[in-house]
């Protein structure tokens, strides 16, 4: 079982993780949900398209413009208290590495803090447990944070994700964390080349066999584009690909950006496991 927020989500459940990037130089939007109206429009569409968390980012992930701790917090905190407002069912989780921002952010009502660098600022996770709030253990490869990968090696990068997010995570229920409130993420691109992205595609049953519930961010990545060589905009086909093999290994959180099309990939996948009955069921019964 998995508990975030007031919501419980079932061993078999695949749950949408929508983003919502309050920055206005995000790669994949360019800033569309900066302002409040447009970003409020879009959780609005993402719940009704099947989310169950709504993701808000208030800086970029890779590297641009410096924000400071009290501008991530602008972005970010009146954003989170009134989507709380409006929806008070919804998971609210904030993508964020740093303490200071997690401590504001639990304070307007999030349930989850998605750390995408791996744990960069311990205290984050310290922030977590006295909230009583969820976190995402990401391996980043000890990548400094808004930095990319340069000539990155690994002798086994499953194993290396292994020893990472389960430290992590063991480290965040000592802590205090509950263990249903935790996640891990093998990072898809963060301190990754491609292959290794693929690969930890291609064994992510390590992951899932730890027990753990385990995240994916896969939305339109670099990994996406470089395996097909496609630009942003044209990586969707690629990414639902790489989301059904997900999965179909068991991943449990699918962090995205089309909501309604990640939503009949993961009910098809459901569907054939037998974890889920189809929507209709008519042909050759008539």
Not at 13 to 26: G, K, L
Not at 37 to 58: F, H, K, N, W, Y
Not at 86 to 114: F, M
Not at 173 to 188: E, F, K, N, T, Y
Request: glycine fraction near 10%.
């Amino acid at each position: 079982m998995l508990r975030l927020g007031r919501r419980q989500f079932d061993t078999h459940e695949p749950v949408i993780m929508a983003i919502v990037n309050r920055t206005p130089d995000s790669f994949y939007d360019q800033g569309a949900t900066f302002r409040d109206e447009p970003a409020l429009d879009r959780v609005e569409q993402a719940v009704s398209e099947g989310a169950a968390i709504i993701d808000v980012g208030g800086v970029k992930a890779g590297p641009g413009e410096e924000v400071s701790a009290a501008e991530e917090v602008r972005r970010t905190v009146g954003f989170v208290a009134e989507v709380r407002r409006r929806h008070p069912d919804v998971v609210i989780s904030v993508d964020t590495w740093r303490h200071e921002v997690g401590e504001a952010v639990c304070e307007a009502g999030a349930d989850l803090l998605n750390d995408a660098w791996g744990g960069v600022d311990p205290k984050l996770a310290e922030v977590a447990a006295r909230y009583g709030v969820g976190l995402v253990c990401t391996h980043a490869g000890g990548a400094e944070p808004r930095t990319r990968p340069h000539r990155i090696a690994y002798d086994d990068v499953m194993a290396d994700i292994l020893r990472v997010t389960l430290g992590l995570a063991e480290r965040a229920a000592a802590l205090g964390v509950r263990r249903d409130a935790i996640l891990i993420d093998p990072g898809h691109d963060f301190g990754k080349n491609t292959r290794h992205s693929l690969e930890a595609t291609r064994r992510l049953d390590e992951m899932t066999a730890t027990g753990w519930p385990v995240l994916v961010s896969l939305s339109n990545k670099d990994f996406v584009g470089e395996t097909l060589d496609k630009p942003v905009r044209e990586r969707l086909i690629g990414t639902l690909a790489t989301t059904a093999v997900s999965a179909w290994l068991g991943a449990r959180v699918y962090r995205v950006h089309e909501v309604a099309e990640t939503r009949q990939v993961l009910d098809m996948v459901a569907t054939i496991a037998g974890h889920r009955a189809p929507a209709v069921a008519r042909r050759g019964l008539a």
